[in-house]
């Protein structure tokens, strides 16, 4: 990080307001910088001016001796010691925390503090003025610290966690008003036959007197889970969106032949779903107890369109079976009551039997953060890249709006806002593709712009990150991996690591950063040698000059292809 990105970070973060950060000040940060704590270049590049990217963090970089270990994914980042009643934005600041899921499968890695291997959170102290990294440790200091559902209660002990994915840190006032907790959700990405059950949820307590700690939360259901997230605005109850990323089919599953999990006989693609949960906060008990994560229900969403249940998305017409396409409907939700003790294919049953909506593999999701938008709960499906029209599947942005946030019992609305068109090109030229592919990962800032990750898998096309600002309705490309890395291929491609990379965990970073920076991930999926780290992976730290997508810079409006 040369001396000028220094001077200019530090400005950003010390002079501007905590809702805004100028253009001036953006344009003065060089657009790709190394920081301090890492010798790699970062694995993103801008693609328009306004924006910059800073690696903070590469696998197998350590600090103090605590080392950087793959697979990176969801991310939290808060100001610690904060006074939760009173003002977030404390400028005094000097650092900030950082938490970091691994998405590690079980019996990957080596032992952790926790005493297992597999998926772990790591937790990180970052200086706010120059991203260098102070610190690092397990979240978790022990095997006590562990405590997962028996059935009638919780018990500690080392336990192996699998494939921890996006996560969530809510402002603590969604837990509650007399208590707020600062818990940071995160679920496995999971299911049978690659484990025994499918995934669980886990609150992960970052402060308060069972700090360190991480608790199942097996009201919150058993699924795939890309992500649990709070709704943050305070309320008597606590609501989980939870975001079920099993397949790619829907109309695809019968009572009498019922597609549940892969690896069952002739079922490739079980559907997704997305589900809620819904508990009463408390005065008095643990800090999950009180932050009403403990007595709830669990819910399934269903679209309802003149009356009759869509039991599937449509990758053509979307809420309809023939044209015209139809984007909006109703939802209603289905209470399936507690599950805590109930398997994830249990769970797949009763959403079947109950005929909950199916889509098109749902992915991440986020609340709109504003005020007086409490209401509003978006959430991308990825689809699938494929070379005929027939396998293709599309990306879209959907968005719930409830109608009565204090009861979200009686369901709301539903709209499709973005779907992607079939390129096809995508078996020779995927990275010439001028449209968005398979939306993966998401976030919403307090400019009401909603930042969009793609992950293409294997295909030869560099992931993209769009901006979609939502009073705008403008789309904006504005960054994508370094073809450094990810570009070409081995044999021309001197530092190439893999065409399977994808850009993940993307959060708001106002609170630590100011407004217009964001922290995400990458995850080459570039095994390393060493059996420690894993993967290769990276955190950054990015930031979107505020005019980006919200209409003030002469943006480009939507392209027809991508409208509703």
């Given amino acids: 990080m040369n001396r000028q990105h220094c001077l200019a970070l530090a400005a950003i973060l010390g002079v501007t307001s905590a809702n805004s950060a100028s253009a001036q000040d953006a344009n003065s940060v060089s657009a790709q910088n190394i920081g301090p704590s890492t010798t790699t270049e970062p694995y993103l590049v801008p693609t328009v001016a306004g924006v910059s990217v ?22 939290g980042a808060w100001l610690p010691d904060s006074n939760v009643f009173g003002h977030w934005f404390d400028h005094k600041a000097r650092s900030f925390s950082l938490v970091v899921n691994h998405e590690l499968g079980r019996g990957l890695g080596t032992p952790r503090a926790h005493g297992s291997k597999g998926a772990f959170v790591s937790q990180w102290t970052v200086d706010r003025a120059t991203l260098k990294v102070i610190s690092g440790r397990d979240h978790m200091t022990s095997p006590n610290d562990i405590l997962t559902w028996n059935g009638s209660g919780y018990s500690p002990g080392a336990t192996a966690l699998e494939r921890l994915c996006s996560a969530d840190l809510a402002d603590p006032k969604a837990y509650g008003l007399r208590a707020p907790s600062r818990i940071f959700l995160s679920g496995e990405e999971t299911s049978p036959p690659f484990a025994a059950d499918h995934g669980r949820v886990f609150a992960h307590i970052l402060e308060g007197p069972e700090r360190d700690k991480s608790f199942e939360l097996p009201r919150l259901g058993k699924m795939s889970f890309e992500n649990a997230l709070a709704n943050p605005f305070p309320d008597r109850k606590t609501i989980v969106m939870l975001n079920d990323d099993a397949g790619r089919e829907t109309n695809v599953t019968a009572e009498t032949n019922v597609c549940r999990t892969a690896g069952q006989s002739g079922c490739k693609e079980p559907p997704s779903e997305l589900y809620m949960y819904v508990g009463s906060q408390q005065p008095h008990g643990s800090q999950i107890e009180q932050a009403g994560l403990t007595n709830g229900n669990f819910y399934g969403v269903r679209v309802v369109r003149d009356g009759q249940v869509v039991t599937g998305e449509n990758k053509d017409f979307v809420f309809a079976s023939a044209a015209p396409a139809v984007t909006s409907a109703r939802f209603e939700v289905v209470n399936f009551g507690d599950v805590s003790n109930k398997m994830g294919v249990q769970i797949q049953d009763a959403a079947i039997a109950n005929k909950v909506t199916q889509f098109i593999r749902i992915e991440d999701g986020a609340w709109d953060p504003r005020p007086g938008r409490p209401r509003d ?42 779907t992607n068109q079939f390129y096809p090109g995508a078996a020779t030229t995927p990275d010439a593709d001028p449209g968005y592919q398979m939306f993966d990962n998401m976030t919403i800032d307090g400019f009401g712009r909603i930042v969009l990750q793609e992950d293409v898998g294997g295909n030869d096309r560099l992931g993209r990150i769009y901006v979609y600002g939502i009073d705008s309705g403008q789309l904006v490309q504005v960054a994508r991996h370094n073809p450094k890395f990810f570009g070409g291929n081995a044999s021309n491609n001197p530092t190439f690591l ?26 080459p999926h570039h095994a390393s040698s060493d059996a420690e780290l894993v993967e290769n992976g990276q955190i950054l730290a990015l930031f979107i000059d505020p005019s980006i997508a919200r209409g003030r810079r002469g943006d480009a409006p939507l392209p027809a292809a991508l409208k509703p």
């Fill in 54 to 75: 800073t690696s903070v963090l590469t696998v197998g970089d350590s600090v103090g001796g605590y080392r950087m270990v793959g697979i990176p994914d969801g991310l």
């Fill in 498 to 523: 893999t065409n399977d990379e994808e850009s993940s965990g993307v959060i708001d970073a106002a609170e630590a950063l100011r407004g217009g920076w964001f922290l995400t991930t990458v995850q």
């Fill in 377 to 418: 709960y978006y959430f991308i499906t990825t689809g699938r890249i494929a070379s005929d029209a027939t396998t293709w599947r599309p990306s879209r942005l959907w968005r719930l709006r409830f109608d009565n946030i204090a009861r979200p019992e009686a369901g709301g609305s539903i709209e499709m806002l973005l």
